[in-house]
């Protein structure tokens, strides 16, 4: 064999040649502006379009709403002396107001500790690493508020037409939540259960609710519902538009969970039978854990969807954020502001749901486990 | 022998009822079934009590009295002599008019904006995606009451128009106004000999759907493509310009023009109905679009890829491979935003449209008193419409899920299982039998089917609802109770047996027979068929009513089959 070296031939390279750098078009911001941007003659006029909007809007709108905005003022008149732009102090002075309506400023502080236990009450349901005697806790919060911010044994009592602004919001929301979850749940098994006449009960149940808007059923809370209960007796305007929002919820959470029951592999609901479990212990001990995890997203959206159909309520005069613009503006130190109102309270749904559908985004992909 | 275990005679114990699995599920549910009755009996116990002691009584009497009330926006005829009911049916109206425009504008923001956030070009998503988030997240009440503000507070007084020195001036070569008073259109003139435009442009587009179907046969015998869209789009449009121009252009347009204080002429629409239509279908939008992207990102890259390899451009690409897979994904969630826009648009109500529920569950409940009456209507109506939609969702997604091989499934029974064991031609399809189903030609029956039952439906919707109340017409809640529900038997046969007929859906059988029978049950009360064409007399109507239906019967059943029942059956080989 040939002893010679292939260092020592002429045509063999004794070293790799170090990369030449890509050529200057297809990198860095002048390469990503050509991808992304102006790959075609139609997307750079998309683009050149999508920047003149950008340009037309968003300067006139952060001029008004913060540049040449008014915060400190005690009319709109002083408001429009002091700037051309947004009159926020209508905002400042009437906060409290859309936060709790009428509630008694003295009082503030049992809405905010019932909101602040609430999620004391959440804390087990959500996370795993909490001690489980706080579910304890959890079962009695909805009582724990009631008398928090209806007040009783030893508390004030507030009237019930006090309520108003975000708070009342809030109340009618979570009661939907919390207590249509259980007739949910019902509801949602009754309708795969194999036993006809209940599962009839379910479907025209879940399918009449489903049908017919939001707002018709509030008409039954405010006009019909009292001829329901035994005559005398005088319920509450909230308590019955809660009665109905919940009847309301839970006919979408039982399809909710519904879904959570169908994304169950067959498999888990035959393996609680084979175990020997009855119907209620494989239930209660196999598939709801499972379905009600998978679920969890879907009832975050539910409640998100029912937190900006309580601003319906206005319909039957109760005094939610919308019906306390109304409000405000037939005050003459600020009758003429429209558009300071609905950006307010269009931002506060906003940052609320937003921030929500994030968390349920985050929820589903923390919860994602494959059943293959 | 004696050790066998024998079953231990009749010793039934209590506790079997619950413990057994013989007994249980009956048990439970006779329980279910008293309680249920006696909740049911309580509840009405009270509310016959409760009424008794406003001296309030039920019933729908006051449906024929005069309104007294004004709407302010109505597609027919009405005055506040007018009855309560013409004043629901134009609140009706009203909805569906939302409903129907705003699907429509939803459905097209909705594609754009699902498709461009998806799209590579970065700034255009970005903006998409704020343009979703954005929407969805605040209450559709606000988006309503603030586009509501915006034409009020924003838009110019029609005197801004005026002069020379003018401020504001009209849209699309002076002929949309949009005022503070509301948006003003040109509205199309109907002069003698437009009759005839009309009819060629329908004439023309069943003669382009046919074309479709010629070009689609011809390319698949020979693989030959045609341009199938230009020819019909161009045949259409120019066949029906050349009649226009033949007939002396008997169509012109009325434009809106200012005069005195305010304009005059084309269509009137007020601002809060913009308001509504526009804030509803922005708002679904949104969602739709959130649908599209979820439906385009389910089909995976590999079709893409695969349909590349085969060599398809891009654009085919899209249409033949991309689209089919994923209307299949996205139609079921885009019906259901469609209802919700629809149960969304009661929020008419704030911003002052009136649409039923300003009018029936409105006025007409706040005038007469009728609490109950009036909201159970209401709602009746919300849940027909949301019931009718959801039947025909359900059979598209039949439709479309069975295009899929391997997935035929059997319907359960049908009347035409009666036949097809006695013909013998037939064979029912089972689940998971794996077999393409031949793309038959359409033989132009079905389309004569369609036509029938949509004319009886209208011819019927128009007579119960819309013709004038006369001596010999009274209003339909005059009408005697068997009457009345046999017209509602028959408007929901009727539209259940279109739906079927134009989804080709196999139920269409069972439904067209069912219908005959309600067609007979009229005939049995005595429905005034008479009435229903003028100049008709009704033995003949019945006649050819039943005629037709037996026709159409008869001939699926036993006669070469329209294109029909292919979904589930195809002809044993």
């Not at chain 2, 200012?258 to 084309?266: A, I, T």
Request: charged letters at 15%; one cysteine or more; aromatic letters at 12%.
């Amino acid at each position: 064999m040939s002893d010679t070296d292939a260092r020592d031939l002429a045509y063999v390279a004794s070293g790799t040649i170090p990369p030449s750098p890509p050529p200057s078009s297809e990198v860095g911001v002048v390469h990503w502006l050509r991808e992304n941007l102006f790959s075609g003659w139609f997307n750079s006029l998309l683009t050149l379009a999508a920047i003149a909007i950008v340009v037309m809007m968003v300067p006139p709108i952060i001029e008004w709403a913060l540049i040449d905005s008014v915060w400190t003022a005690s009319s709109l008149a002083e408001c429009r002396e002091k700037g051309s732009g947004a009159c926020w102090a209508v905002i400042i002075e009437r906060f409290n107001q859309f936060m709790f309506g009428f509630y008694p400023p003295e009082f503030y502080w049992r809405p905010i500790l019932a909101f602040l236990l609430m999620f004391v009450a959440l804390a087990p349901v959500l996370f795993a690493s909490v001690p489980r005697q706080l579910l304890w806790f959890s079962l009695a919060y909805p009582v724990v508020a009631y008398f928090l911010i209806w007040g009783g044994i030893g508390l004030e009592p507030v009237e019930s037409r006090k309520l108003g602004g975000f708070l009342l919001a809030l109340i009618i929301g979570v009661a939907g939540i919390v207590l249509s979850l259980p007739i949910g749940i019902l509801l949602a098994l009754g309708r795969k259960s194999h036993l006809i006449f209940i599962k009839t009960l379910c479907v025209v149940f879940i399918e009449f609710i489903r049908g017919v808007p939001l707002i018709t059923l509030l008409f039954v809370a405010n006009n019909v519902l009292n001829y329901f209960f035994p005559p005398g007796s005088n319920i509450d305007l909230i308590l019955r538009v809660v009665i109905m929002v919940t009847l309301f919820a839970s006919a979408y959470m039982a399809e909710v969970i519904r879904g959570g029951l169908a994304a169950l592999p067959q498999g888990q609901y035959e393996a609680a039978d084979a175990l020997g479990l009855n119907y209620s212990k494989s239930m209660r001990l196999i598939v709801l854990p499972q379905a009600l995890k998978i679920s969890i997203p879907g009832i975050v959206n539910t409640f998100i969807g029912l937190f900006k159909d309580t601003t319906l309520v206005v319909v039957i005069g109760l005094l939610d954020p919308i019906g306390l613009i109304n409000n405000i503006r037939a005050d003459s130190a600020w009758n003429g502001i429209i558009w300071e109102f609905y950006a307010f309270v269009g931002f506060f749904f906003f940052i609320a749901c937003f921030s929500m559908s994030r968390y349920s985004m985050y929820l589903e992909n923390k919860l994602k486990t494959d059943h293959r | 022998m004696s050790d066998t275990a024998q079953p231990s005679g009749p010793s039934f114990r209590i506790d079997m009822l619950w413990n057994d699995s013989r007994y249980r599920s009956t048990f439970i549910q006779i329980v279910a079934l008293v309680l249920v009755i006696l909740a049911v009996m309580y509840l009405f116990q009270n509310v016959v009590e409760n009424l008794a002691a406003l001296g309030k009584t039920f019933g729908f009497d006051f449906m024929t009295q005069p309104a007294s009330y004004d709407i302010n926006q109505r597609l027919i005829e009405y005055n506040s002599r007018s009855t309560h009911s013409t004043a629901a049916v134009v609140g009706i109206l009203n909805t569906l008019v939302v409903a129907i425009v705003g699907c429509v504008l939803a459905t097209i923001f909705g594609v754009l904006a699902g498709v461009a956030r998806l799209s590579k070009n970065w700034i255009i998503a970005r903006l998409m995606t704020v343009y979703i988030e954005g929407v969805r997240n605040v209450p559709v009440l606000i988006q309503i009451l603030l586009f509501a503000a915006i034409f009020d507070e924003a838009l110019p007084a029609p005197s801004a128009f005026r002069g020379e020195d003018a401020t504001a001036s009209m849209w699309l070569g002076d002929s949309v106004a949009a005022t503070n008073r509301g948006f003003y259109f040109p509205m199309p003139v109907w002069l003698e000999g437009s009759f005839w435009v009309v009819v060629a442009f329908f004439v023309l587009l069943v003669g382009a759907v046919w074309f479709g179907r010629w070009a689609k046969e011809r390319q698949q015998a020979t693989g030959e493509a045609l341009p199938v869209l230009p020819i019909q789009a161009g045949g259409v449009i120019i066949g029906t310009f050349l009649v226009f121009l033949v007939m002396g252009m008997p169509i012109t347009l009325d434009f809106p023009a200012l005069k005195g204080f305010n304009f005059q002429g084309g269509i009137y629409v007020r601002n809060s109905y913009m308001a509504l239509t526009l804030a509803l279908s922005i708002y679904t939008g949104a969602f739709i679009a959130e649908n599209v992207r979820a439906g385009i990102q389910a089909v995976s890259k590999g079709q893409t890829e695969a349909a590349f390899a085969l060599g398809l451009r891009p654009n085919r690409t899209m249409n033949l491979v991309i689209l089919p897979q994923a209307l299949r994904v996205i139609i079921p969630p885009l019906i259901s935003q469609y209802l919700n826009l629809t149960k969304n648009s009661s929020l008419a109500l704030l911003v002052g449209y009136m649409d039923v529920t300003g009018t029936l569950m409105g006025i007409t409940l706040n005038q007469t008193g009728k609490e109950f009456e009036t909201l159970f209507l209401g709602m009746a109506f919300y849940l027909a419409v949301s019931l009718s939609v959801a039947a025909i969702m359900n059979l598209y997604n039949e439709q479309v899920k069975l295009v899929e091989r391997t997935s035929a499934v059997g319907m359960g029974f049908s009347v035409i299982d009666l036949f097809s064991s006695v013909s013998g031609k037939w064979e029912v399809l089972k689940k998971g039998d794996a077999k393409m189903q031949p793309l038959y030609g359409i033989r132009g029956l079905l389309n004569l089917f369609v036509i029938f039952y949509a004319v009886s439906l209208l011819l019927l919707l128009d007579y119960t609802f819309l013709a004038e109340i006369t001596e010999t017409r009274p209003s339909y809640f005059d009408w005697p109770g068997g009457k009345q529900i046999a017209t509602l038997l028959m408007l929901l046969t009727l539209f259940s047996t279109l739906a079927t007929c134009l989804f080709k859906n196999p139920r269409f059988i069972d439904l067209a027979v069912f219908d005959l029978l309600v067609f007979i049950f009229a005939v049995a009360v005595g429905w005034p068929f008479g009435q229903l064409v003028e100049g008709v007399s009704g033995p003949v109507i019945v006649l050819v009513g039943i005629a037709a239906r037996l026709a159409i019967i008869g001939y699926t059943i036993v006669g070469e089959r329209p294109n029909l029942t292919f979904f589930h059956r195809v002809r044993r080989a």
